[in-house]
């Protein structure tokens, strides 16, 4: 199993940028792709986007394609969420999760097995 730790929410107008953390822990070698998910209030939790954690091929959602960037430093077992021109539908509890299974990339919630605890984004108009 593999600890996840997020860092970095807050809030901010729209237009600004936050920049989330998530701090890897556990069995890291066992993890093939990391990823970012939100929940919105009264919403499902939706894909944002994913990285293949040895090659580093990354995915997005179309929303969020061009304003957000995945990256990751598996030295430090850190993954990261650059979010530039947030927009207030941008507002939800942002999740980091791991998977273990062998795909290069997936956006399947049910692939993922290790979640964070999640933080909070508030963008306002």
């Known amino acids: 199993q593999v600890q996840l730790v997020e860092t970095g929410g807050g809030s901010v107008q729209a237009g600004g940028s936050l920049r989330l953390s998530c701090a890897a822990s556990?069995?890291?070698?066992?993890?093939?792709?990391m990823g970012w998910f939100r929940q919105a209030p009264g919403k499902e939790r939706e894909f944002v986007a994913c990285?293949?954690?040895?090659?580093?091929?990354?995915f997005y959602e179309d929303a969020v394609r061009g304003r957000f960037t995945i990256s990751r430093d598996n030295v430090k077992n850190n993954l990261y969420l650059q979010m530039n021109s947030l927009k207030p539908e941008d507002t939800a509890v942002y999740y980091c999760?791991?998977?273990?299974?062998?795909?290069?990339?997936?956006?399947?919630?049910?692939?993922?097995?290790?979640w964070g605890q999640g933080t909070q984004v508030i963008v306002s108009a």
């Open positions: 990285i293949n954690w040895v090659g580093g091929s990354t």
């Open positions: 556990g069995r890291t070698s066992s993890t093939y792709v």
């Open positions: 999760a791991a998977s273990r299974r062998p795909y290069a990339i997936t956006d399947n919630e049910q692939d993922f097995d290790s």
